[in-house]
Structures are given as structure tokens and as C-alpha cells.
């Protein structure tokens, strides 16, 4: 057996204390490095946290943690008016992700981060997160791509392409993600109801599960909204279909049958039936009553040719064609000619 002399076991032991304080230094050193700009932040010193997190951006190994650090850095730096080293790392940040909501986020905010106070910053999100939709690894996520878009657009009260990008994310919404869809609801109902379409509005805040909805604001406002709605749904519901009868008993008797037996068309073929016999049934009872115009009876007489002219007030509700309506059947519906 070999000994190890008396001064080499010294020196080891000596060599093994050194090993251990550089071990020692090691570990306070990843310690305070990432701990230490969380000390700061409770400080408000948001750029030396900024810059010491940016530090602790190198120790990391995995890229998502990485990229996490990166993007927290990114925003200290923007909460310290730092723009240019916030779009930095919000660029890295993106470059490093593995999580595509956080490659969009980040690249919003590097566009947010550019100083342009102009108003094409906007369409630069736009385009933007236009463009992260058309990419493979976006396809399950588009339903947030667009409701992001959608939200900008509100900010600058673009109701129109707001109403356009929220359809798309109810459109490409799976149901593996039921709290996107009725997030994407909401904001489609206060889009409608700021336009304002309160029927619509209706029938967009009935599709929301106010358990989805985190915020207690979003909550109440749903609740306070459609409780109004459904009163106001009913009553232009009923104004629509007076309306239209109305219209209907204006019409000359040639042109009323044609509307008729049009719009009787339209609803069987809505329903799925075959076309039928569209001419004017007549009750065998009424037949037999000997009213004018109708068995042989004298000259047909246009029975509304009488009533008392009616005032119709011209509103803003828009008059469709015979529609299905949500979860009932089709309705009567007719435009002025």
C-alpha cells in the first residue's frame, strides 16, 4: 500500500478548504446575483434592478427561463423610461421563448418600447400580430392573436375591424380553450354595445361564462348589461314585428301575395323543406261568408285599402331578411321599398 506523505495530505486538505470557499462564493454569488434585483424592485430603483437582472440572464441554462428573465428585465426597463434597453431584451425575449404567448406579448411590447408616438404604432401591432397569425406554430393560438388585435383596435375606438378580429377569434377558438372564447365574447358584446347593435350585443354577452371572466368589473358589467339587454331585446323585437306588419298592410294587394308567397319560400327552404303550393289558402269558412271578391262574390275589393293611414317611425333598427334567430325560428322581417 502507498502512503500519502504528511505534507501532500496538508496540502490537500489545504487545496479541499479552498475548493469549498470558491463553492461558497460560487453559490452566494447565483444567490445574490438573482435575488438581489428583487430587493432593489421593492425599492422602486427600477433601473439598477433592471440592470442586475440582466445579469442573472446568462446564469440560466434553460432558454424559457432565460427568456423569462429577459422579458422582466425588458419591462423594468421600460417602467424606468429605459426604451431603448427595454426593446432590448423584449427582442431577445422573443428570440429565446418557447411559449408563443409570450413571443407575442414581447413582440407588442418591443414595438411599444420603439418611442414612436405616432399614431402608426398601432398598425405596426397590427401587422405585427397580423403576422404571427400566418405562421404554423401560431395556428392554435390565433384566437388570442386576434382578440389581441381586436383589443388595440378598441383602444382607438375602430369598432368596425374590432367587431372583424373578434369574429376570426370566436372563428379559429377550440374548445380545449372555453375561457378565451368567452373572453372573446365580452369584448364582442362591448363592441356591439358601444356601436351600438343591442340585439346583437344580447345575443354576443349570452355566449360569455361569467365564471371565465377573472376580473369582478368584467362581472358586473356583464350582469348590469344583459339584464338591460334582454328588456330592451324584447321591446325592439316587438317594434320590428309591428313594423313589418305594418309595411305588410300598406303594401297593394299584388305586391303583399308576391311578398308572401316569397318570404314563405324562404322560410321552408331555412327550415329544410321542398318547395310547396305557395298560393293564397282560403278558409272553406270564409268561402262560404259571401265576402266580396271571394266565391264568386262581387268585384275583389282590397280590405286594406280602408285602414287609416298608419305613421311609421323611421328607425335605426335594420330591417333583414327572413333570419334564424339564436336558437329559435326564423323571423318575418321586411325592408321598405
Not at 397569425?133 to 388585435?149: S, W
Not at 372573446?184 to 361564462?209: H, Q, T, W
Not at 350582469?223 to 320590428?240: E, G, P
Request: glycine share 4%.
Amino acid at each position: 500500500m502507498r502512503f500519502i506523505p504528511i505534507q501532500s495530505r496538508k496540502s490537500g486538505q489545504v487545496w479541499l478548504k479552498v475548493l469549498i470557499i470558491i463553492l461558497t462564493v460560487i453559490s452566494i454569488y447565483f444567490l445574490v446575483t438573482k435575488a438581489f434585483p428583487k430587493l432593489i424592485y421593492t425599492e422602486k430603483n427600477y433601473d439598477s434592478a433592471a440592470f442586475h437582472l440582466s445579469k442573472a440572464t446568462d446564469l440560466d441554462d434553460d432558454r424559457q427561463s432565460k427568456a423569462r428573465r429577459e422579458y422582466l428585465t425588458a419591462q423594468l426597463y421600460m417602467m424606468s423610461d429605459s426604451n431603448e434597453d427595454a426593446k432590448k431584451y423584449f427582442a431577445l425575449a422573443a428570440q429565446h421563448t418557447t411559449d408563443p404567448v409570450m413571443e407575442i406579448y414581447a413582440d407588442l411590447n418591443e414595438i411599444n418600447a420603439s418611442g414612436d408616438s405616432s399614431s402608426n404604432i398601432i398598425d405596426k401591432k397590427i401587422a405585427s400580430l397580423l403576422h404571427l397569425a400566418q405562421k404554423d406554430k401560431f395556428v392554435g393560438y390565433r384566437d388570442l392573436i386576434y382578440y389581441t388585435a381586436a383589443q388595440i383596435e378598441m383602444e382607438r375606438k375602430n369598432y368596425d375591424d374590432a367587431y372583424t378580429y373578434l369574429k376570426k377569434s370566436i372563428k379559429y377558438n377550440t374548445m380545449d380553450n372555453p375561457v378565451q372564447r368567452s373572453i372573446s365574447f365580452m369584448a364582442l358584446g362591448d363592441v356591439l354595445y358601444e356601436k351600438p347593435d343591442y340585439i346583437e350585443a344580447k345575443n354576443a354577452y349570452d355566449s360569455v361564462d361569467a365564471g371565465s371572466l377573472k376580473d369582478s368589473i368584467d362581472q358586473q358589467r356583464l350582469t348590469t348589461r344583459l339584464t338591460a339587454l334582454q328588456i330592451i331585446a324584447s321591446n325592439l323585437d316587438v317594434i320590428h314585428d309591428e313594423d313589418s306588419v305594418q309595411l305588410i298592410a300598406r303594401m297593394p294587394e299584388a305586391q303583399r301575395i308576391a311578398f308572401i308567397k316569397k318570404t314563405v319560400r324562404q322560410l321552408r327552404k331555412a327550415q329544410g323543406l321542398k318547395d310547396a303550393d305557395t298560393s293564397v289558402f282560403i278558409n272553406p269558412a270564409v268561402q262560404a261568408s259571401g265576402i266580396p271578391g271571394i266565391n264568386g262574390g262581387a268585384a275583389t275589393t282590397d280590405l286594406f285599402a280602408g285602414a287609416p293611414s298608419i305613421s311609421i317611425a323611421r328607425r335605426s333598427i335594420p330591417a333583414a331578411q327572413p333570419t334564424a334567430g339564436a336558437g329559435g325560428p326564423p323571423r318575418l322581417s321586411i325592408r321598405p321599398s
